[in-house]
């Protein structure tokens, strides 16, 4: 029985509700009459699209068996008429975006402690072949466990469920901007290393209170993904920055496992606090060779390369105007109309390329998508779908910076391998962590960049009023290129300076005294310059063999 919404997603709503009979044999957890627990239920669009009906009863069993301390426990996937729905532990707190918007950033050894339980769990569902793949701060619930918070992470599958071929087509992003790893940002095949590029996201917001990159729009945002380099900032001790550095790597086979990661932090945890002893600094600082990467990570299935699935293109949406880098995962909200107003949870279908108000809509209106997005922006949310013209991609533009992987395989089975140790004792509620200030560093400059054709065909050209070219941006007045002019004008420019220099010099220094010339500065320059001509000839002529002169 449904009682109460506790938050809406781009995926669904979850309601706060209460068991009304013990559940089915084939849940997980049969649960108690009257027992409070939470439920998802996902958005129309996904429950009527029959590929992800088919993907949540394939993932079905996978979800209900995934049970870590560390991972909000699914006790059924429910299939109902229209109608897709988690019942999950209702987990009494706030979730970390939350918390971080509230409290402000964590100490690093909080930080590195709390990440570390979010890489067990990682560690235990990829072990089972699960990636989790939207890792951010909003789907980590904390659970209020007397005054301890301790991490939980959920929506395992969610994104999987979310990518259909049949809801995201070539021109649409899914996603989370400010947490997407490089290779899903291009569509490249992908690992259970996304997980580890989004903890790494995760531990720099939780330290200093933001994501490493942001910009003006999600175009940008996934730029710089692929392109820029983290900064690090000056809170960030060495050895934990170590560690983030090492899970932000662009080339995911860089980056640690979910385990050498919790490890890592742990060590990490050890060295930098208050109370550590000489061998646990030094053991913290070097970090770094604890860090190896995962030698068989999970795939994903389905993502290009991975298996002969048509995954959808990953393309930015484009002039997403501002973007916020704390919102949800991107999928297609609706907006207005009768069904849109009754069912919050009600998406829309794609509207084709060239008909952007959809049927009836005029050419003067606002996108419906682009209401939503207003919307979503004033909840704070970050919901950016939008087209992107294959021209103007940047991704598209990118040079190839790696050297060209075989496609990877898919595998028969994911690896299986032994579950992970167990957390210690509960990570202890963050208490120092004081609202600290964090300056923004300075975005990096965007790179112009070459058009080399790129890896996926492209997509088909949506229908959009063609652009203005843009002018080419103007050097100079000058249509004149003279080669070797500038330097030309660099070598004057610093003649005149030390001329100028050394008249000064000459003439308001002690300088004309100490050598007692007496002469004005050009005659004194014009006597050097003789003797200087003297020396020449005289070094050309002792060095004469004939001795004619
Ligand atoms: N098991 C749960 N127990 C208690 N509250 C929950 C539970 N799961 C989710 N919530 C709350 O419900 C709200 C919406 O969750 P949801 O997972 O749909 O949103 P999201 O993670 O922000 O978006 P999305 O994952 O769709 O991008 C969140 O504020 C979260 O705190």
Request: with cysteine.
């Amino acid at each position: 029985m449904l009682e109460e919404p506790l938050g809406r997603g781009a995926t669904g709503t979850v309601w706060r509700a209460r068991q009304r009979e013990t559940a089915g044999a084939e849940a997980a957890v049969p649960g108690q009459p009257g027992e409070t627990v939470a439920i998802k239920v996902l958005k129309e669009e996904l429950a009527g699209d029959a590929d992800v009906v088919m993907r949540f009863l394939r993932e079905r069993s996978v979800l209900l068996r995934l049970t870590h301390p560390n991972i909000v426990r699914v006790r059924d996937l429910v299939v109902e008429g229209d109608l897709l729905a988690l019942v999950m532990d209702l987990v009494e707190g706030p979730d970390l975006h939350r918390h971080l918007r509230e409290n402000g950033p964590f100490t690093p050894v909080a930080a590195a402690l709390l990440t570390a339980q979010i890489a067990d769990a990682l560690g235990a569902s990829h072990a089972d072949g699960v990636v989790h793949r939207d890792l951010k701060p909003a789907n980590v619930l904390l659970k209020q466990t007397g005054g301890e918070m301790h991490p939980m992470l959920t929506d395992f599958g969610i994104a999987r469920l979310a990518d259909s071929p049949g809801l995201t087509r070539t021109h649409e992003f899914v996603g989370t901007p400010a947490y997407i790893a490089p290779e899903s940002a291009e569509g490249r095949p992908q690992t259970s290393a996304v997980d580890i590029y989004g903890a790494g996201i995760l531990l720099y917001e939780l330290v200093t209170g933001r994501p490493p990159f942001s910009g003006g729009s999600a175009l940008e945002v996934l730029h710089q993904h692929l392109s820029a380099e983290p900064r690090r900032p000056s809170t960030v001790p060495d050895p934990l920055w170590t560690v983030i550095e090492r899970c932000l790597r662009k080339n995911p086979d860089e980056r640690p496992s979910a385990e050498n990661l919790a490890r890592g932090l742990r060590v990490v945890a050890d060295g930098i606090g208050v109370h550590a002893n000489s061998a646990q600094i030094a053991a913290a600082e070097n970090v770094g060779a604890l860090l190896a990467p995962d030698p068989a990570p999970a795939p994903v299935p389905g993502t290009p390369g991975a298996s002969g699935d048509a995954d959808p293109t990953q393309v930015l949406p484009h002039g997403a105007g501002v973007y916020d880098p704390n919102g949800a995962t991107s999928v297609l909200p609706q907006t207005g109309g009768p069904a849109g107003a009754a069912d919050p949870t009600a998406v829309m279908p794609p509207v084709p390329p060239g008909q952007p108000g959809g049927p009836g809509a005029g050419p003067e209106d606002p996108h419906p998508w682009q209401n939503q997005l207003r919307a979503a922006r004033d909840r704070n949310e970050q919901t950016q779908v939008q087209y992107l013209d294959p021209s103007e991609d940047p991704l598209r533009r990118r040079p190839q910076r790696q050297v060209a992987r075989p496609p990877q395989q898919q595998p028969q089975q994911p690896q299986r391998r032994p579950q992970p140790q167990q957390p210690g004792p509960g990570y202890g509620h963050p208490q120092q962590h004081r609202p600290q200030q964090y300056a923004p560093p300075p975005e990096p400059q965007r790179r112009q960049q070459p058009q080399p054709p790129q890896r996926y065909a492209p997509p088909p050209e949506p229908q959009r009023p063609a652009r203005e070219p843009r002018e080419p941006r103007q050097r100079s007045a000058n249509p004149m290129r003279i080669p070797g002019l500038g330097c030309l004008k660099g070598c004057l420019f610093t003649v005149v300076i030390l001329f100028v220099a050394g008249w000064l010099i000459w003439e308001l220094s002690p300088l004309q005294d100490w050598i007692g010339t007496g002469k004005s500065y050009w005659g004194q320059l014009s006597d050097w310059f003789g003797s200087v001509t003297g020396w020449i000839e005289d070094l050309g002529g002792s060095s004469d063999p004939t001795g004619t002169n």
